[in-house]
């Protein structure tokens, strides 16, 4: 059973459009983690959210975290081929070093 | 070399043997971590590695999965007896410490690219 899900589990859109993937669970984190990985590689941090509603933006990217701390969203404007990738979100508890994952997101850019 | 190294890349090996994986994390960083990422399935903690404390191997799945880091670099994941069902791929990742206390803050985890485990 995941403590976190992701949603959509697969995601395909034309370049030039706007995604967003949800991270969703029912316990609460300390702090919130979304990472890319591409084929072949392992994961790289994009950005980690702490406070509960804090939004950050990574140029083209905006993350949220939920006001409860439960939640996240990563939302891409104006998407390149270069976004595709497998999206993963983790949570960190209060107490704890070690990451919950979601299953992830496959997002697919065509252009 | 600036990052987190593994090999092999690819393991095949026939239900019942033993497999060493190993990882070499950035030199440095006193954290190290192991996930396992099955297909569909988010990454998996398996165990962590901080300094010379014992590390936390809550999240090893059978008694057949046992780590050890020497010297406090480079570390080997060792499976017994493989089953088809660990087929996965074996990620580790190292940070320059865990993080702060209370776990609010986790010191960025740099990942290696993984080694394809396949029990046939």
């Known amino acids: 059973t995941q403590l976190l899900e992701q949603s959509p589990q697969f995601l395909s859109i034309q370049e030039g459009e706007n995604l967003t993937v949800y991270c969703n669970s029912s316990?609460?984190?300390?702090?919130l983690q979304w990472y890319r990985q591409e084929p072949g590689e392992g994961p790289v941090l994009l950005v980690t959210v702490v406070t509960g509603g804090e939004v950050k933006k990574l140029k083209r990217l905006t993350f949220q975290f939920g006001d409860a701390r439960k939640d996240s969203s990563l939302h891409i404007t104006a998407a390149q081929t270069g976004d595709t990738g497998l999206y993963l979100c983790?949570?960190?508890?209060?107490?704890?070093?070690?990451?919950?994952f979601g299953a992830g997101t496959t997002v697919t850019v065509r252009a | 070399g600036a990052g987190v190294s593994q090999s092999p890349s690819n393991k095949v090996t026939e239900k019942g043997k033993d497999v060493e994986l190993r990882c070499d994390p950035i030199?440095?960083?006193?954290?190290l971590y192991w996930y396992r990422q099955s297909l569909g399935q988010g990454l998996e903690f398996l165990i962590y590695f901080q300094g010379n404390s014992a590390p936390d191997k809550s999240g090893l799945p059978s008694d057949r999965f046992s780590a050890e880091r020497t010297g406090g670099s480079v570390s080997t994941l060792t499976i017994q007896r493989t089953q088809q069902e660990d087929s996965a791929v074996y990620l580790c990742?190292?940070?320059?410490?865990?993080?702060?206390?209370?776990?609010?803050?986790?010191?960025?985890?740099?990942f290696g690219p993984g080694t394809r485990l396949t029990v046939l």
């Open positions: 316990s609460v984190f300390s702090s």
């Open positions: 990742a190292s940070s320059l410490a865990l993080g702060t206390s209370g776990g609010a803050f986790l010191d960025t985890q740099y």
């Open positions: 983790a949570g960190l508890r209060s107490n704890d070093y070690k990451l919950s």
């Open positions: 030199s440095g960083h006193t954290a």
